[in-house]
């Protein structure tokens, strides 16, 4: 499994509906692409004053490296991320792939 961490800063000015759209637009590629097993969404809600301004948090699981790859390279994706770029004040991609849960802290 692909861990896909997107954090978004959306610009201060934009309509709160015209961020609705977008993240809505940013869900409608799992079935787009078929490539993600699952996507989940939420707001920021930490009070440790670390986020760096990141309103917006998406994680997203692919199956393996291949499946990220064809989701990245996938048209659909590529529109968003061309639509989504002007949008934001900043953003932040991390993958990752989880580390065994049955390993034991030394």
């Known amino acids: 499994m692909i861990r896909h961490i997107v954090l978004m800063k959306f610009r201060s000015?934009?309509?709160a509906n015209t961020v609705t759209?977008?993240?809505e637009k940013f869900f409608a590629?799992?079935?787009t692409t078929g490539e993600m097993q699952t996507m989940e969404h939420g707001l920021n809600?930490?009070?440790e004053g670390l986020d760096h301004?990141?309103?917006h948090?998406?994680?997203i699981n692919f199956t393996d490296e291949a499946a990220l790859q064809r989701y990245l390279?996938?048209?659909a994706h590529q529109e968003f991320v061309a639509t989504?770029?002007?949008m934001l004040a900043d953003g932040l991609v991390v993958d990752f792939t989880p580390a065994s849960a049955a390993r034991k802290a030394a």
């Open 53 to 55: 301004g990141y309103t």
């Open 29 to 31: 590629l799992r079935e």
């Open 45 to 47: 809600s930490s009070e």
């Open 21 to 23: 759209k977008a993240i």
């Open 73 to 75: 390279k996938h048209s």
């Open 13 to 15: 000015d934009l309509a």
């Open 84 to 86: 989504i770029m002007p």
């Open 57 to 59: 948090c998406f994680l």
